[in-house]
């Protein structure tokens, strides 16, 4: 880094410890039975055994995320966000915040937040809300001006309440219903992939 070159501001004194403990539990006791996908699991904790901010926006090369799809399973469909940024259909998700009492609540709120649902429910093991899938990808989210950044996402599954009604954030160019079956061109493996991991766990 050059001496005019600056990295975002990083959590206040004592914001990442809860966090940081809270992500560390939550990736240690999920078991994914796909091999790959315990590979990145284990990464993401060495990930957070070198990095005490690991899960900030200002840890970089590369930082934890923390994303929500939801899905309505009575209706058969999913919500997906046109993400200004990346020109493609995606999951609810982004940056940890240094308030988040932990990664799921923090994967809650962004779903919440672009969703415009409230009442959303995260999908439980053992009653306490888990992961169901991880995606790590590049994404310039210091600037477009700055080298490309590690999103290492944790993926959960948010189901919406009968009747539920979505209502657009900022942050999105376009929010719609999706059927299962009926997934729009601009979504990329990684959003397949999700769609059909909540499908299957939630019938």
Do not use: N
Not at 19 to 31: N, P, S, T
Not at 103 to 120: F, H, K, Q, V
Not at 141 to 152: A, N, Q, V
Request: proline content about 8%.
């Amino acid at each position: 880094m050059t001496a005019t070159e600056t990295h975002p501001a990083g959590p206040p004194d004592g914001a990442t410890e809860g966090l940081h403990a809270d992500a560390v539990r939550a990736l240690d006791g999920w078991r994914p039975a796909e091999a790959g996908q315990d590979e990145l699991r284990r990464s993401y904790l060495r990930h957070l055994a070198e990095q005490p901010e690991g899960l900030f926006r200002s840890c970089l090369p590369a930082h934890i995320t923390a994303s929500a799809v939801v899905v309505d399973p009575a209706a058969g469909r999913v919500l997906l966000t046109l993400h200004p940024k990346v020109g493609r259909w995606l999951q609810m998700g982004g940056h940890c915040e240094p308030g988040d009492p932990g990664l799921a609540a923090a994967a809650l709120r962004e779903a919440t937040e672009e969703s415009g649902i409230p009442g959303l429910a995260l999908l439980a093991t053992d009653g306490a809300p888990a992961p169901v899938r991880l995606d790590r990808h590049q994404v310039r989210c210091t600037g477009k001006d700055r080298p490309e950044s590690t999103h290492l996402d944790v993926q959960y599954v948010a189901v919406a309440p009968p009747g539920a009604r979505e209502l657009i954030s900022e942050e999105s160019l376009d929010l719609r219903w999706f059927g299962y079956d009926r997934l729009p061109e601009l979504t990329d493996h990684s959003v397949r992939a999700l769609v059909a991991r909540a499908r299957e766990l939630t019938g």
